[in-house]
C-alpha cells in the first residue's frame, strides 16, 4: 500500500507551513528536506548567509520556497523571518524544525494537531522536549550541554511559572497568531530563550511532545566563543534578564490581577536558589 500524499492542511483544516533555518547544511540539507516532504507540501528554507554548496542545494530544488539572508545574521534572525512569512502569508500553524538531521518530520502533524482550537487543551506552542520521556538516555547529550540545558530549563520555571522540561529544542509548533504578540530581537541562538519570556509574560499555553534525543554530530561547535561553556551561560542569562526587563509590564499587570498591587520581579524565590 502507498502512503497517503502528504497535505498542507490537517484533519482540522488547519494550513501549515514547516519552515527549516539552515546554515552551511550541505551535507545534510537534501536528506532532511526529503523527509520533510513525505509530511508536508508548505516547506520554507531560510538560508541564513550560507558559505557552502547550500544555495546551489536548495537553487536545484522546485518543492521548497527559500528566503536568503546575504549575510549570516544568526538562529534566532532566521527564525524571525520564518515567524515573519508565516504572518504574511496567513498560516494558522507554523512549524520549525532544524536541519542537523536529529529531528523525524514524521512527528509533524502531531505538533500541528496539537494546535488544534477544537482540541481539549489547545497549545500556542507545542515545543518538542528530549527530556520529557523519563526513560530517555539522557547520557547521549554531551555532558556540557546537557547541564546548560538543564540549569537554564529550571531558571526559566522558577523565575516564569513555566513547566519546561527542555528550553533548547528546535523542534516545535507555533498558533500563528499567537506569534503576533512575540516580539523577539535576539537574532543568536538564544532568541528561543527570549520566546519563553515573552510567552510567559503573554500567557501563552504551552505543551511538549516528547522527541528523540538524538546527537548525530557531537563534534558540532556553536562558533567563537559561545563555544566556552561558562560564556554561553552568561549570554543565556543577558538575553533572559533583557527580555524579562522588557516584558515588566505586562508581568506586572498579571501580578496585579492576582494580589491587586506590586510588581512581578523575575527574581528567582528562594526554592530555586
Same mark, same amino acid.
Given at each position: 500500500?502507498?502512503?497517503?500524499?502528504?497535505?498542507?492542511?490537517?484533519?482540522?483544516?488547519?494550513?501549515?507551513?514547516?519552515?527549516?533555518?539552515?546554515?552551511?547544511?550541505?551535507?545534510?540539507?537534501?536528506?532532511?528536506?526529503?523527509?520533510?516532504?513525505?509530511?508536508?507540501?508548505?516547506?520554507?528554507?531560510?538560508?541564513?548567509?550560507? %558559505? !557552502?554548496?547550500?544555495?546551489?542545494?536548495? *537553487?536545484? +530544488?522546485?518543492?521548497?520556497?527559500? /528566503?536568503? =539572508?546575504? $549575510?549570516?545574521? @544568526?538562529?534566532?534572525?532566521?527564525?524571525?523571518?520564518?515567524?515573519?512569512?508565516?504572518?504574511?502569508?496567513?498560516?494558522?500553524?507554523?512549524?520549525?524544525?532544524?536541519?542537523?538531521?536529529?529531528?523525524?518530520?514524521?512527528?509533524?502533524?502531531?505538533?500541528?494537531?496539537?494546535?488544534?482550537?477544537?482540541?481539549?487543551?489547545?497549545?500556542?506552542?507545542?515545543?518538542?522536549?528530549?527530556?520529557?520521556?523519563?526513560?530517555?538516555?539522557?547520557?547521549?547529550?554531551?555532558?556540557?550541554?546537557?547541564?546548560?540545558?538543564?540549569?537554564?530549563?529550571?531558571?526559566?520555571?522558577?523565575?516564569?511559572?513555566?513547566?519546561? %522540561? !527542555?528550553?533548547?529544542?528546535?523542534?516545535? *509548533?507555533? +498558533?500563528?497568531?499567537?506569534?503576533? /504578540?512575540? =516580539?523577539? $530581537?535576539?537574532? @543568536?541562538?538564544?532568541?528561543?530563550?527570549?520566546?519563553?519570556?515573552?510567552?510567559?509574560?503573554?500567557?501563552?499555553?504551552?505543551?511538549?511532545?516528547?522527541?528523540?534525543?538524538?546527537?548525530?554530530?557531537?563534534?558540532?561547535?556553536?562558533?567563537?566563543?559561545?563555544?566556552?561553556?561558562?560564556?554561553?551561560?552568561?549570554?543565556?542569562?543577558?538575553?533572559?534578564?533583557?527580555?524579562?526587563?522588557?516584558?515588566?509590564?505586562?508581568?506586572?499587570?498579571?501580578?496585579?490581577?492576582?494580589?491587586?498591587?506590586?510588581?512581578?520581579?523575575?527574581?528567582?524565590?528562594?526554592?530555586?536558589?
Amino acid at each position: 500500500m502507498s502512503s497517503p500524499q502528504p497535505t498542507n492542511f490537517t484533519a482540522a483544516g488547519l494550513r501549515f507551513l514547516t519552515a527549516l533555518p539552515v546554515f552551511n547544511e550541505e551535507k545534510h540539507v537534501d536528506r532532511v528536506l526529503d523527509e520533510v516532504r513525505k509530511y508536508a507540501t508548505d516547506i520554507l528554507v531560510v538560508d541564513d548567509g550560507s %558559505t !557552502d554548496g547550500t544555495g546551489a542545494c536548495l *537553487a536545484e +530544488r522546485d518543492d521548497i520556497s527559500v /528566503v536568503t =539572508h546575504e $549575510q549570516n545574521q @544568526g538562529y534566532g534572525a532566521a527564525l524571525k523571518t520564518a515567524f515573519e512569512y508565516a504572518i504574511v502569508h496567513r498560516y494558522d500553524v507554523l512549524v520549525t524544525i532544524d536541519c542537523d538531521g536529529q529531528h523525524e518530520p514524521q512527528r509533524i502533524l502531531a505538533l500541528v494537531n496539537a494546535c488544534d482550537p477544537n482540541s481539549n487543551y489547545p497549545a500556542d506552542i507545542v515545543s518538542g522536549s528530549r527530556y520529557l520521556d523519563p526513560d530517555a538516555e539522557v547520557n547521549k547529550a554531551p555532558m556540557d550541554r546537557r547541564r546548560i540545558n538543564l540549569q537554564i530549563t529550571e531558571e526559566l520555571n522558577c523565575r516564569f511559572g513555566l513547566n519546561l %522540561t !527542555d528550553a533548547f529544542c528546535g523542534f516545535k *509548533a507555533y +498558533r500563528v497568531q499567537a506569534l503576533a /504578540v512575540l =516580539h523577539p $530581537q535576539e537574532t @543568536g541562538y538564544a532568541m528561543p530563550l527570549e520566546l519563553w519570556v515573552q510567552a510567559a509574560a503573554h500567557r501563552l499555553r504551552i505543551i511538549e511532545r516528547s522527541v528523540p534525543l538524538v546527537y548525530l554530530e557531537e563534534e558540532r561547535t556553536f562558533g567563537g566563543a559561545l563555544d566556552d561553556g561558562d560564556t554561553r551561560l552568561r549570554y543565556y542569562h543577558r538575553v533572559i534578564d533583557r527580555a524579562m526587563e522588557a516584558c515588566q509590564k505586562a508581568f506586572a499587570l498579571q501580578d496585579e490581577s492576582k494580589s491587586g498591587s506590586g510588581a512581578f520581579q523575575g527574581t528567582f524565590p528562594e526554592a530555586c536558589l
